[in-house]
């Protein structure tokens, strides 16, 4: 796999954008496209042997490439400039050509053509280069509208028009680029939190400063009050509130001990921490978090596949119903030719689709972004949009309801066993797991373990080994079940612990049962409110659990979920969610765990827990909350919600201002720069229409 970066002068507006997309993905080989309209750079992921097919491509559509790395940045920065003297000097000439005929010399002028023709090549070459390369293609985009409405204009003798048209076009193609980048960019911002340097701890014991690209993993740095903590990585000395606000959207500061987890760009708000680093500056969550969001923006949303294809089919029609306007009231009614000519290249320049093509992708990239300041990573437009569609959500019970810690509270030996023994050896087999009841088994255990041989993980029943030279069994109550030594005494101790809302599970071998343990979780203070505030919105709730069915009832009386599923292994967790989706037609999934994956995969959209999920779990997912907190899933889909409403409105929009002025366009009252500048307003309005996500405020803890 390959990444090239090229620069693209002539790239400038979110239809150009489109047309690359197009172009590039026809092509085998290419893997994504990453486009940034502002500073005109294209970045390819790619398996081709060269560049030059993608060289070539863009040539074809009038767009001419080269490769970032060949040029340098003194190039970039004088071409940069060259780029805006031109475009200033061209919005003076054609200004200067529009006053001068307005002062009485006409438009015919021999000074008017000139100072035209001359902002004409200033700031319209890369426009009419693009159109002709559209002609011949046969790809009726903006450029082609705009190319045909300038030399129609310069054609009928319309120099000043022809010159405002241009500029005006050129300005609100670089207001754009430059509006459309900011909402992209706002959430590389965050990289910005991140210290470039960092406190590391040397051999003799002295601290020096680095650069924090130069911290190897494994190092430990130290944080002092005030600083931001520069690389991800776990406390390993000192305790103090750390302001994780930029990562997990929570605006009270997180008490961090020993053993706590610290991400890079976090505030250290009291005393001195010294942190192991567990990865280097770009494995830190704050750079996944920007480079998924990055991927997600590059994807196409189904709004913007839609208003991509009716544009397509638009702008042909617009362009058949110009050549009837120009020809139809001179050749049926004898009107004058070239006043209907001018009416209907005025009619071209308000069709235009450029409000209509970046009305939807500067909603969706501004709500990606709004999402992930406040700690919600969406890994693509498409979920976002859907959010508001979800008519049920499951739910998995540890570590989403309730807080995935739970602690050890039972030991019961049977058949006269040594309680010691049992917590023994059951601890040594949990040692080897992750999931959180294991690792509840295995801290209730502070002495020696036992070495374990031919360890296997059961999904939704427990684990297995071999434990001082005999085969052991450590699960629920199906695996008791299933395993044959669920026995009256078994029975009676698990439905005990059960009754009061434990997890219990058995130690076992092959023969009979050892003893019974039991852990017990207690449900997050915010998943309450948040499952209320689902009900609220009119989504009906259930809960999916390996765990068995009465501790399942148990806590989900205490945060009123209304269905409730245990002993559910995940193939069964599955086929619930198929069964929702059948009753349902739209339905999320929330989990943390490794059995959680497949559920998460079939479900409509994904959610995962992401600060204490999983990696599985994170990666199927299509959302990750960046805190453990389900009022997460709550804030998504108003943010998906309002993100449709903003959607409606810039389209609803666009398509109004358009309707609008193609009636003054018909009645002959508006010209070329006044349909220009109404193209501009409508851009500019669904723009920061779209840009207002990015304000919206957070939520209140």
């Not at 807080?403 to 050890?408: A, I, K, Q, S, Y």
């Not at 049962?513 to 852990?519: D, S, T, Y």
Request: with cysteine.
């Amino acid at each position: 796999m390959r990444r090239t970066e090229f620069v693209v002068p002539g790239m400038d507006c979110a239809t150009e954008e489109v047309s690359i997309r197009q172009r590039l993905a026809a092509l085998r080989g290419i893997e994504s496209i990453g486009i940034d309209l502002a500073e005109r750079r294209l970045t390819v992921e790619h398996t081709l042997p060269d560049d030059s097919s993608i060289i070539r491509e863009l040539k074809a559509i009038g767009l001419k490439a080269q490769r970032a790395d060949e040029l340098s940045a003194a190039t970039l920065a004088r071409q940069a400039r060259l780029r805006s003297i031109a475009f200033a000097a061209g919005g003076v000439l054609a200004l200067g050509s529009e006053g001068v005929s307005l002062a009485g010399f006409g438009e015919q002028h021999a000074l008017v053509v000139v100072m035209a023709i001359l902002a004409i090549g200033l700031c319209g070459l890369p426009t009419l280069r693009k159109g002709w390369a559209a002609l011949r293609t046969l790809t009726l985009n903006i450029s082609f509208l705009m190319s045909i409405a300038v030399v129609g204009a310069m054609c009928i003798g319309e120099w000043p028009e022809a010159a405002m048209v241009v500029f005006l076009f050129s300005l609100a193609e670089w207001i754009e680029a430059r509006s459309l980048s900011h909402a992209r960019n706002a959430v590389r911002e965050l990289l910005a939190l991140a210290p470039e340097d960092a406190t590391v701890l040397q051999e003799d014991g002295s601290w020096i400063k680095k650069r924090a690209e130069e911290v190897l993993t494994g190092a430990v740095v130290r944080i002092k009050p005030g600083e931001r903590v520069p690389l991800d990585g776990i406390v390993v000395f000192g305790a103090s509130a750390v302001d994780q606000a930029p990562i997990t959207g929570e605006s009270v500061p997180v008490e961090k001990g020993i053993g706590a987890t610290v991400f890079a760009g976090t505030i250290n708000a009291e005393g001195v921490l010294d942190v192991r680093t567990t990865g280097g500056k770009d494995q830190t969550t704050i750079a996944k978090i920007v480079r998924t969001v990055q991927e997600a923006q590059g994807q196409r949303a189904p709004a913007q596949r839609f208003v991509d294809a009716f544009a397509r089919v638009y702008t042909p029609i617009i362009c058949v119903v110009a050549v009837l306007v120009a020809t139809l009231p001179w050749a049926v009614f004898g009107e004058p030719f070239l006043s209907w000519l001018h009416r209907a290249l005025v009619l071209l320049v308000i069709a235009c689709p450029c409000a209509l093509v970046i009305s939807t992708p500067v909603t969706i990239v501004s709500g990606l972004a709004a999402a992930a300041r406040r700690g919600i990573l969406i890994k693509g437009g498409m979920h976002l949009e859907s959010g508001r569609k979800l008519r049920a959500v499951a739910l998995d019970k540890t570590g989403t309801i309730t807080t995935g810690h739970p602690r050890l509270t039972d030991v019961i030996p049977l058949r006269g066993k040594d309680r010691d023994r049992v917590l023994q050896l059951a601890a040594s087999l949990d040692a080897l797991s992750d999931h959180p009841v294991a690792r509840a088994v295995a801290a209730g255990w502070s002495g020696a373990r036992l070495p374990v041989e031919r360890f296997a993980s059961l999904p939704g029943r427990g684990v297995a080994g071999v434990v001082a030279g005999e085969r052991m069994l450590l699960g629920n109550h199906r695996l008791a079940e299933d395993t044959g030594i669920c026995g009256a005494e078994v029975e009676q101790a698990l439905q005990a612990l059960e009754a009061r809302g434990k997890t219990a599970i058995v130690l076992m071998t092959e023969r009979e049962a050892l003893g019974v343990l039991a852990v017990a979780d207690t449900v997050r203070p915010t998943s309450v409110d948040a499952i209320r505030e689902l009900h609220a919105m009119g989504l009906r709730t259930t809960m999916l659990t390996g765990d068995n069915a009465r501790t399942a009832a148990s806590i989900a009386s205490q945060v009123d979920v209304e269905d409730v599923r245990g002993d559910l292994l995940p193939a069964d967790k599955v086929a619930a969610i198929d069964q929702l989706l059948v009753r349902y037609g739209y339905v999320g999934m929330v989990g943390d765990g490794v059995n959680d994956a497949p559920a998460l995969a079939k479900a409509t959209i994904g959610f995962a827990m992401g600060k204490g999920g999983t990696d599985v779990a994170i990666d199927t997912a299509d959302v990750a909350f960046m805190r453990d907190d389900l009022r997460g899933l709550v804030e998504f889909l108003r943010l998906s919600s309002r993100t449709h409403a903003v959607l409606l409105q810039n389209i609803t929009l666009a398509l109004s201002m358009k309707a609008a002025f193609f009636a003054l366009a018909f009645a002959g009252v508006a010209n070329l720069w006044m349909a220009v500048i109404a193209d501009m307003g409508a851009s500019l309005a669904v723009i920061l229409n779209g840009l207002r996500l990015l304000r919206q405020a957070p939520r209140q803890e």
